[in-house]
């Protein structure tokens, strides 16, 4: 099975500021799908951004960016401009092209300080 | 578009009573729905997929007779929790996909069940 790894259990950005998430993902597979998503205390997951492997442009989505580095499976999401709505905790998933089930890495708690 | 509901978001239940929990795709029709529970500051563990109109695919170590998963509808799926004891106690998430060349899991606001 695919395993998805965020190492940072929690981090801290000032507002304004810029901090990127770490995710790497284990597989063996060549076509697939990534993705981060937020899940702030109301607990609703919101999708923050795709990427689909056969693309080599990394996507994204006005503040939020993400590194995918293919060969060293690693999918690090950017946020620029930090804002006090951005706390919460970030997720990293993978899911599989032809298999529409998710993995979902253990999570990181972002919080922005004012 | 591509809304997701839960009912009811919150539910509290005596020991050995069942529980279920709806989970309803509003506006698209959803070949495949997902069930995941989520322990406090933990990842959301996959608990089972259904497909509608099939017998659910429960993930290794979650047990179907205590977890009965039914996809009766293309927007409805509901996950009942029997003979509920206090560690069944969690938040359980839904999520819907459209399949086809969508490959978005769209997901509920979640359930938070606790058993006294």
């Known amino acids: 099975a695919q395993t998805v790894t965020q190492s940072q259990p929690e981090m801290s950005v000032q507002e304004a500021e810029t901090v990127t998430l770490s995710c790497t993902y284990d597989t063996s597979e060549s076509d697939y799908y990534l993705f981060w998503y937020k899940q702030p205390p109301s607990r609703q997951m919101i999708l923050v951004i795709r990427q689909e492997a056969y693309k080599q442009q990394n996507a994204t989505e006005n503040r939020f960016s993400v590194n995918f580095q293919k060969a060293a499976k690693s999918f690090s999401l950017k946020i620029s401009d930090s804002q006090l709505g951005d706390a919460a905790m970030y997720f990293c998933a993978y899911r599989s092209y032809n298999f529409n089930k998710f993995y979902f890495g253990s999570g990181t708690k972002l919080n922005v300080k004012p | 578009g591509a809304v997701v509901s839960q009912h009811p978001s919150r539910v509290i239940c005596k020991s050995g009573t069942s529980v279920k929990i709806e989970c309803r795709s509003l506006?698209?029709?959803?070949?495949?729905m997902f069930w995941y529970r989520q322990f406090p500051k933990q990842s959301l563990m996959l608990m089972a997929t259904?497909?509608?109109?099939?017998?659910?695919?429960?993930e290794q170590g979650v047990e179907k007779d205590k977890f009965l998963i039914n996809h009766a509808s293309l927007t409805l799926s509901t996950l009942t929790v029997t003979s509920a004891h206090p560690e069944d106690s969690s938040f359980y998430i839904c999520s819907a996909s459209p399949g086809g060349l969508n490959n978005e899991q769209f997901f509920g606001p979640g359930t938070r069940l606790t058993v006294l």
């Open positions: 259904s497909n509608e109109g099939s017998k659910a695919t429960y």
């Open positions: 506006d698209f029709q959803a070949t495949t």
